[in-house]
């Protein structure tokens, strides 16, 4: 028969304040087989030290893979055909009411969008058909902070606070974007306003992106994740959360132009002259990541938990992709996420194992910080509490506790 949802509880205690916190780096187009083998050679030290002293896995991912459906499955526990996130956007004929969820792979229909034949409309944070990680969360009294995480705009009431995804795009120096609040609660705006007008951080970022199309959103999206950085660090400064999920999607930005260089073998026609001017930046940009991990790691307190996540990987464009990007499209786009490479967790802390796991999906997150946080995991999810890792002395104290679902938004 059918599951019986179970409504959270209208009268919340919330956890202890020290209860241990949850901080939660949410990557997109990171991959371990970039990451590993820079760590072996020397580099990306404080990755080295979760691959090290932490538990890693790699994720399987959602196909199409996209940011949207990807982290709306990580943060709901399901896949796309349960929480109703398709896509990146919806779509529809320049001159037709029909809709489309998915444009099909392989025959090039992206270029309708392109040419303008089909209109894109974003999905917003009310298009979850179940409930994400940290509306469960609230329920339970527990206190979460997101900042530039998918489907979050309009920015809506929460336990905590939330930074929308589209905060990176204002025009000026405002936090509201088409008339809808990008930040929540509404007292925030002050600190808002104000890592908006901070000058660039003493740490600034060294790298050229001579290739990469400031105009668009690739560009802004670089910029995001410094904004991004700053504003956990004062956010987190003056609202205290028990859980803490912070996006950087700069490596996918930079990973769709950059992988040519960095992958040359995989291309065969990049001249030495583009090997010298481009062949680091991509590497380059992985440090910088690496440099964000390393100052969540040194604010971890004893029981802390720290996942980094990446949504999926990327990869080299197929022949057809790339004849089709130099005949209709951006020359320069090189890189793709298009066959779903597989995404991976680190997670590292005193109640982490240190060990390689085997591999997951990105449905198994929610499930695991469920149960870290000691709240129910629903039955209904796609995914599973994965418990290996955590030490034994961790689950010794944890009961995995279960609800038949947490029901419809």
């Not at 991959?31 to 090290?52: E, K, Q, T, Y």
């Not at 307190?301 to 980094?308: F, H, N, P, Y």
Request: glycine residues 10%; hydrophobic residues 40%; aromatic residues 8%.
């Amino acid at each position: 028969g059918p599951l019986m949802s179970v409504r959270a509880p209208t009268t919340v205690t919330a956890l202890p304040t020290e209860h241990p916190r949850v901080v939660l780096l949410c990557l997109d187009g990171a991959s371990l087989d970039v990451i590993s083998p820079a760590v072996a050679g020397g580099g990306l030290p404080n990755f080295g030290r979760m691959l090290d002293a932490g538990a890693s896995m790699h994720l399987a991912t959602t196909r199409p893979t996209q940011p949207e459906p990807v982290w709306a499955s990580i943060m709901t526990g399901m896949w796309p055909s349960r929480h109703g996130v398709r896509g990146s956007s919806r779509y529809r004929p320049f001159s037709g009411d029909a809709e489309l969820e998915v444009l099909p792979d392989y025959v090039f229909s992206q270029a309708l969008v392109r040419f303008g034949l089909l209109v894109e409309e974003p999905y917003s944070s009310a298009s979850l058909a179940t409930h994400p990680l940290w509306r469960i969360a609230a329920g339970y009294g527990v206190r979460t902070g997101l900042i530039g995480l998918p489907l979050t705009h309009p920015a809506t009431p929460a336990s905590g606070f939330i930074v929308s995804d589209r905060f990176h795009r204002r025009a000026d120096r405002i936090v509201t974007l088409d008339s809808e609040p990008a930040v929540s609660p509404s007292r925030l705006d002050d600190v808002a306003r104000g890592v908006l007008a901070e000058e660039q951080p003493t740490r600034e970022l060294r790298v050229r992106f001579d290739l990469l199309p400031w105009t668009g959103e690739s560009g802004s999206t670089v910029e995001a994740d410094r904004l991004h950085h700053r504003l956990a660090q004062q956010l987190a400064a003056v609202e205290h959360v028990q859980l803490l999920a912070v996006r950087y999607a700069g490596l996918d930005a930079v990973g769709h132009y950059y992988l040519r260089y960095a992958r040359p073998e995989a291309f065969g026609d990049v001249t030495e002259d583009e090997r010298r001017r481009f062949g680091r930046v991509l590497d380059e940009y992985y440090a910088y990541v690496d440099s964000l991990v390393g100052d969540a790691m040194a604010e971890l307190a004893e029981g802390d938990l720290l996942l980094v996540v990446s949504g999926f990987g990327m990869e080299p464009l197929t022949v057809g992709k790339r004849v089709l990007e130099r005949v209709a499209g951006d020359p320069r786009f090189s890189g793709t996420h298009e066959r779903g490479p597989d995404g991976f967790l680190l997670a590292y802390g005193s109640p982490v194992v240190a060990a390689r796991q085997g591999r997951g999906a990105v449905v198994d997150v929610a499930p695991t910080l469920l149960y870290f946080l000691g709240l129910p995991v629903a039955r209904d999810m796609d995914g599973f509490a994965r418990t290996d890792l955590f030490t034994q002395a961790f689950n010794e104290q944890r009961t995995i506790t279960f609800i038949p679902t947490y029901g419809t938004q």
